[in-house]
């Protein structure tokens, strides 16, 4: 009975990592797009990537990608000012490779790949090392293109080992494909860039559960769960992912009561959602005779 209960969980876990949402290029773009205040009060030398990576959409996780090819709406939140930037590959981006960046961010968020693409091949064009612009691009080859898109990531943190943001994108691909070693040097060296990110301690807590280090796991989840319930910003379905994985990992350590507890909180966050079908069967099970 246990096995069959894991086994329900792991398969419906599979698609959790997926490609991260076109939302979190806020986060992103927090990265390359500082607000005009941050130039005229700090050298580029103290910018602290933790003071630049809680942009809203950062936190708005999801356990899938776009399951209809879209490219979902971005934060009307997001703050652009192109005179500020924070990392020494940035820094080296000419004008117009930023400008045309920026652009692609805009086609992004109004679902014009075409666009977006044309705008990125000419920020590229201009400056091919630009961590950024390949990040982008990788955001829209992971759902459908994800060699080009291990690629282009692997090309940013070679030309811009400060970015953090690459770095977890794609530990999150490579935990999604179940290589967990590979997304272990990445994620941590994403934790080191992006300390305060819940994003980077889910991604961390997949890694490790991968490795079948559950305890580990369990304290990079409660963490990732202690932040995201401060964000304001948060979306149910992150939440309903969180509570997901934390509730596979209790599985794991057979504490079924502590497990059956996290898939409930799973239903109440995502009733409806991708969670609700495993969910209910998971459940099931553990409410059978044979587990109590």
């Known amino acids: 009975m246990l096995a069959s209960i894991v086994s329900t969980a792991t398969r419906a876990a599979k698609p959790l990592g997926g490609a991260w949402p076109t939302r979190v290029l806020c986060g992103l773009l927090k990265f390359v797009f500082c607000s005009s205040a941050l130039a005229l009060s700090t050298s580029f030398a103290q910018v602290s990537l933790a003071d630049v990576e809680s942009a809203p959409a950062w936190s708005e996780a999801r356990p899938d990608f776009v399951s209809d090819g879209r490219l979902p709406q971005v934060s009307k939140n997001t703050v652009f000012d192109d005179s500020v930037v924070v ?127 559950s305890i580990k796991a369990l304290v990079e989840v409660n963490e990732a769960i202690r932040r995201v319930g401060i964000d304001k910003t948060a979306r149910s379905d992150g939440r309903a992912a969180l509570h997901f994985l934390r509730g596979q990992i209790l599985l794991d350590q057979q504490d079924f009561g502590d497990a059956k507890l996290e898939f409930e909180l799973t239903l109440k966050e995502s009733s409806q959602g991708y969670f609700a079908q495993h969910v209910n069967q998971i459940l099931a099970r553990l409410e059978s005779p044979t587990t109590q």
């Open 87 to 213: 990392t020494a590959n940035a820094l080296r981006a000419p004008a117009k490779a930023r400008a045309a960046a920026l652009k692609a961010f805009t086609a992004m968020s109004k679902n014009q790949r075409g666009q977006a693409e044309e705008q990125i091949a000419r920020a590229l064009e201009i400056y091919p090392d630009y961590a950024i612009a390949l990040t982008l691009r990788a955001l829209i080859e992971a759902s459908t293109q994800t060699s080009a898109a291990i690629a282009d990531l692997e090309h940013a943190i070679r030309a811009d080992p400060s970015f953090g943001f690459a770095c977890a994108l794609l530990a999150n691909i490579y935990n999604s494909q179940e290589r967990y070693d590979d997304a272990l040097p990445l994620i941590l060296r994403a934790s080191r860039l992006l300390p305060s990110a819940w994003r980077v301690h889910f991604e961390m807590a997949r890694t490790l559960f991968g490795q079948h280090q």
